[in-house]
């Protein structure tokens, strides 16, 4: 089995996953390979003003969508950090709160990580709420990743 992560940045060595790569592709860089920091370097901007311009483009592309919406993050060493936008920053149970107290504690725990990371929720899967909580989110402006059998929300704004 191929090991998940086998490239690294060629400027700062950092390792790089699949949706790196995506992103190197989208660029055209293909003979060499950065992270996303020194990607938004080069581009002259931040982090999450680059990742935030790539995903629209990505998302307005189905053969640079399809590898992005299949990616699994879980081996990710960057999610230990917190420096990973492939998987959750942080992590909110309201699978015991009820309608709309879970919803509003889910946007709060929202507005605390920073804009273009991901928040993973657990909710009661007989609730209505698997339905209300990523409809309203989406309604916000935000992205669901993920809906089962948690949702995956990436902040937007």
């Known amino acids: 089995m191929t090991e998940f992560f086998e490239y690294s940045c060629d400027l ?3 390792p790089l996953c ?3 790569g995506v992103m190197n592709l989208v660029l055209d860089q293909v003979d060499e390979t950065f992270c996303l920091e020194c990607l938004a370097q080069k581009e002259n901007m931040s982090s999450d003003a680059f990742y935030h311009w790539i995903l629209e483009y990505v998302h ?6 399809t590898p992005w919406d299949k990616f699994d993050y879980t081996p990710c060493p960057r ?3 917190k420096t990973c936008f ?3 920053t942080e992590t909110l149970d309201v699978r015991t709160t009820k309608c709309p107290l879970n919803f509003v504690q889910t946007r709060l725990a929202l507005e605390k990580i920073p804009v273009g990371q991901i928040l993973e929720v657990w909710i009661d899967p007989e609730s209505e ?4 909580i990523p409809n309203s989110i989406r ?6 990743v993920r809906e089962q059998p948690y949702l995956w929300i990436r902040r937007l704004k």
Request: aromatic share 4%.
């Open 12 to 14: 700062c060595g950092k």
């Open 18 to 20: 699949e949706r790196i």
């Open 60 to 65: 307005a592309r189905e053969c640079f969508k």
């Open 86 to 88: 492939c998987g959750p």
């Open 129 to 132: 709420s698997v339905l209300n």
């Open 139 to 144: 309604a916000e402006g935000h992205e669901v």
């Open 79 to 81: 999610i230990e950090d």
